[in-house]
């Protein structure tokens, strides 16, 4: 009988065993994925991953596969494929996958980043229309802009040719202009509560991690290590919601809806102006405030950050940036917007920064709807697709040397700017980063107007590495700079 039993769940495995395998014939290629755990090693922390899974592109191709657990992963390489996914075939890869919102800490089917469906369309859609409505304050967005750049350039006098690391700053002032845009003030650096908002901002943004084994075996939560990372990360949140909350509840109590001040002003108005209820919610605008900040806030600091490394080590094209700012702009006055057509190498430059940073290495996690042909392979519904946005910029069929810091490949011979489509740093399709208008005009506003006022050099002796350090974006290895006044 034992016997019998035994041979019978050998029977049963070797079975299930072969259903496994038949089934990844029409899949992606891959390596391969042992039972149960799948690829689960190769989903391990690593400050280079981003390599390491565009060297499997070489090695399987543009579209390969990998098992987290019994989860399908499906990863896009180069612009093709990622064009071919999200733009060509958006209605079947917008959605988001939801296991990964118990890590998050929010609730389900809430904000613009983790949502989907009409609830999803329904909130972009409104805070777009909020984001293009600037100047529903007493301040334009370039005047708030304006405000962090009279700020970083008193931090930077002050230094008075000391080294200093720029980073931090460039953090804070991105997060300023949020705030300024979402709760109708901004923050003096030293704040307090600005600190411990922007720490935990911080602290939760880097928490989140896509390839996070905890996204994909629950069971995991339960160790040691999965329950300190759910603690930090609640802990964190609970901040966040604390402080929010109360500034909503200010915003209550003050209210008028014929003086709209900032973004919460305008959700509470159309709180009160909806008929859907389930929509304008408290835990709605506390996550879009969450999505703008860790969209709008991380990202542009630490592409900013990225812009002055390589004006350190590239000081030629610092120098051509600063002719032209001269050329064009002098310095009796500012940068400002309306500057922008005629800055052609200063547009050129930040293209080309944006592209060889990479500061979104990955896209954010995509879902198929349902099931569809990719490039060929059957990719069935319920998969998560994730593009390395780093193939897509260091593809030599369409980039010639890659990997070399040129801004002029961004202007035409007759001078005018190349604005080409295959650079996608804040992501493409439907998906596309609702922040990125107000990043692109932060990045053009606070470098230019730094490059028309410091010289930044190196500090002797100092480490200026151009490989990045991948979390959840792709940051710069910390490094100290000597800023000059012209």
């Known amino acids: 009988m034992y016997e019998w039993l035994v041979s019978l769940t050998v029977l049963l495995v070797t079975i299930l ?25 190769m989903f391990k922390k690593d400050p280079r991953g981003y390599r390491m899974f565009a060297a499997l592109a070489d090695k399987y191709g543009p579209v390969y596969r990998l098992y987290c657990g019994s989860q399908l992963i499906v990863m896009l390489n180069g612009y093709d494929a990622i064009h071919e996914a999200f733009t060509r075939q ?24 983790y949502n989907s469906g009409d609830a999803w369309k329904a909130l972009r859609r409104f805070t777009l229309q909020a984001l293009r409505d600037f100047g529903v ?6 005047a708030r802009i304006g405000e962090e750049i009279t700020v970083l350039a008193s931090i930077l006098k002050d230094a008075n040719g000391r080294p200093v690391r720029l980073k931090p700053v460039f953090l804070s002032a991105a997060a300023n202009i949020i705030c300024s845009i979402m709760f109708g003030a901004r923050f003096e650096y030293c704040d307090t509560r600005f600190i411990e908002l922007t720490e935990v901002l911080d602290g939760i943004f880097k928490l989140n991690a896509p390839f996070a084994k905890e996204n994909f075996f629950p069971f995991t939560r339960t160790w040691k290590s999965g329950r300190e990372l759910i603690r930090k990360r609640t802990a964190a949140i609970e901040r966040v919601k604390s402080y929010l909350s109360e500034t909503i509840e200010d915003h209550k109590a003050t209210f008028d809806s014929t003086n709209i001040r900032d973004f919460i002003d ?13 929509l304008f919610t408290e835990a709605n605008v506390y996550k879009i405030i969450v999505d703008l900040f860790l969209a709008g806030g991380e990202t542009t600091g630490t592409s900013l950050d990225w812009a002055i490394l390589y004006m350190v080590t590239h000081p030629d094209v610092q120098k051509k940036c600063f002719q032209e700012i ?5 310095s009796h006055r500012p940068v400002v917007i309306s500057d922008r057509p005629q800055l052609t190498y200063i547009q050129a430059t930040l293209l080309e920064v ?5 500061t979104l290495a990955f896209s954010l996690p995509h879902m198929a709807r349902r099931g569809t042909i990719l490039n060929g392979y059957s990719i069935p519904e319920g998969t998560i697709v994730i593009a390395n946005l780093f193939t897509a910029h260091m593809d030599p069929k369409y980039w010639a040397e890659p990997s070399n810091f040129d801004p002029s490949r961004f202007i035409s011979a007759n001078g005018e700017v190349i604005r080409k489509e295959l650079t996608v740093p804040f992501g493409v399709g439907p998906r596309l980063c609702i922040g990125e208008p107000l990043a692109r005009m932060e990045l053009f506003l606070i470098f230019a107007n730094l490059i028309q006022k410091f010289r930044f050099e190196p ?6 590495c151009l490989d990045g350090v991948q979390a959840l974006t792709l940051t710069a290895q910390p490094y100290d700079v000597i800023a000059t006044s012209r």
């Open 17 to 41: 065993v072969i259903r496994w395998f038949w089934s990844l014939r029409s899949l992606p290629p891959g390596p391969f994925p042992w039972p149960i755990v799948g690829n689960i090693r």
């Open 354 to 358: 944006l592209r060889i940073s990479n």
């Open 266 to 278: 305008l959700y509470l108005k159309a709180a009160q102006e909806d008929t859907d209820s389930a």
């Open 459 to 464: 500090v002797e002796g100092g480490r200026y």
């Open 326 to 330: 001269t050329e064009v702009v002098g």
């Open 137 to 142: 304050g007493k301040l334009t967005l370039e």
């Open 90 to 113: 958006a209605e079947v890869f917008t959605d988001r996958p939801q296991l990964f919102a118990p890590l998050i800490g929010v609730t389900k089917g809430t904000g613009i980043t």
